[in-house]
């Protein structure tokens, strides 16, 4: 592992100051208010110019929309966006989903549809699970039904995060239900403006807005399917796995594991803790971080973030969940009921950050798959332990079934 930091030469610093000064104009104190108020994660404006910096997908090459940025560009991009809080929950899925477009779409499809997902045009959203299918994606029951030149779509998703603000969802949709559960699925480009789709909002704890779409009798086109049909989970495969396991970087620059962005959350609230501790004066004129106790909580809080972000794939998306989860918490006791004063509120420490923090934290367990889920991966795909069997579940005996 190497640990050396990258030295920036002046065209990097030049790239730096040029992402910050377009920060400083597009993810205003407005942009946070608006996200305050929505939890809808996009703002139209950053989005937009994110386009017209062909920094949506800045990996391409100019000409098809892109900034051709190599690798280290890349992450410093991604890591100052972080660093302000800018709302890009649309953007990333957008990427998700696009190269699965690219490589499965039909052709004239994908020429309309690219350039203008680098414009910041049209966005996607995943259209995955059910609500009483949780996190088996494969259990799905939303039916498309062959009709000439086009399907015929029944069914419900659920938290389908940005579908207010995309063009398009990533809809997993049954075709086959004769045939084992993995084989009858189909994957479809769904439009989300067609009749019949109807958004409804979910807002969280955290905040957050996401949705339950519903599809009543919707008709598709089946120039909107993307790969065979009844060869969905195959087309699926590509983005889920890189939810699941990352984008694949092995060039240094990369987080170690899935979701490192909550332990850096962390981190930016331990350093408003130690914030706190300094600047605060008790009854008796002594600081918190005079404090012995103090100290070793707010040293161990910075070890959890750091053990969190050198934890490599699966196994780091469980532990910085876990990190925020008890982290956020452990300093809210640590401050005490200031910290539990939301933004805006007479008294509030660092904008409500302390509060804000523990509320997103609980639906971090759930985002991507559940921590749950990334124990059967890290078990199976890591270890190589058996898939285990429960009591009910159904067994393939030569053609027939049974329940073991």
């Known amino acids: 592992m190497d640990f050396s930091v990258v030295e920036l030469d002046d065209d990097l610093a030049a790239f730096v100051a040029e992402v910050r000064e377009f920060i400083a104009t597009y993810v205003t104190e407005e942009v946070h208010e608006e996200e305050r108020r929505t939890g809808g994660s996009f703002n139209?404006?950053?989005?937009?110019?994110?386009?017209?910096?062909?920094?949506?997908?800045?990996?391409?090459?100019?000409?098809?929309?892109?900034?051709?940025l190599d690798r280290l560009r890349q992450r410093i991009l991604e890591l100052e966006l972080e660093r302000v809080d800018a709302p890009t929950i649309t953007l990333s899925t957008t990427r998700l989903v696009l190269s699965a477009v690219e490589k499965y779409a039909e052709p004239g499809l994908a020429a309309e549809l690219l350039s203008k997902v680098a414009r910041?045009?049209?966005?996607?959203?995943?259209?995955?699970?059910?609500?009483?299918?949780?996190?088996?994606?494969?259990?799905?029951?939303t039916r498309a039904v062959r009709d000439g030149d086009e399907w015929i779509v029944n069914g419900q998703k659920i938290f389908t995060t940005g579908a207010q603000n995309c063009q398009y969802t990533f809809l997993i949709a049954r075709t086959d239900p004769d045939l084992p559960k993995h084989k009858g699925l189909t994957m479809f480009l769904m439009p989300l403006d067609a009749p019949g789709v109807e958004i409804s909002p979910i807002h969280t704890v955290g905040g957050e807005r996401t949705n339950v779409v519903y599809y009543g009798d919707v008709r598709v086109s089946d120039r909107y399917r993307l790969g065979p049909v009844n060869g969905g989970w195959g087309v699926l495969r590509g983005p889920l796995d890189e939810e699941h396991f990352g984008a694949g970087h092995d060039d240094g620059l990369s987080d170690l594991g899935i979701g490192a962005s909550w332990a850096r959350l962390q981190g930016r609230n331990v350093g408003a803790a130690v914030r706190w501790a300094r600047t605060t004066r008790r009854p008796d004129g002594l600081r918190p971080i005079d404090d012995p106790v103090v100290r070793a909580r707010l040293g161990e809080a910075a070890l959890d973030v750091e053990a969190a972000l050198a934890t490599p794939g699966p196994m780091g998306r469980v532990r910085v969940s876990e990190t925020l989860i008890e982290g956020s918490a452990a300093l809210i006791d640590l401050i005490g009921p200031q910290a539990l004063l939301p933004h805006g509120a007479d008294g509030c420490l660092e904008g409500g950050a302390f509060d804000y923090a523990h509320r997103y934290a609980q639906g971090t367990a759930i985002y991507g798959g559940t921590t749950e889920v990334f124990r059967n991966i890290i078990a199976q795909h890591v270890l190589g332990l058996p898939r285990p069997r429960y009591p009910g579940a159904k067994t393939l005996i030569a053609g027939n079934t049974r329940t073991s």
């Open 44 to 68: 139209l404006r950053l989005h937009e110019a994110l386009g017209a910096k062909g920094w949506i997908v800045p990996h391409w090459p100019v000409e098809k929309g892109g900034a051709g």
């Open 120 to 141: 910041g045009d049209v966005r996607f959203c995943l259209g995955y699970t059910e609500p009483d299918g949780g996190s088996d994606i494969a259990a799905a029951k």
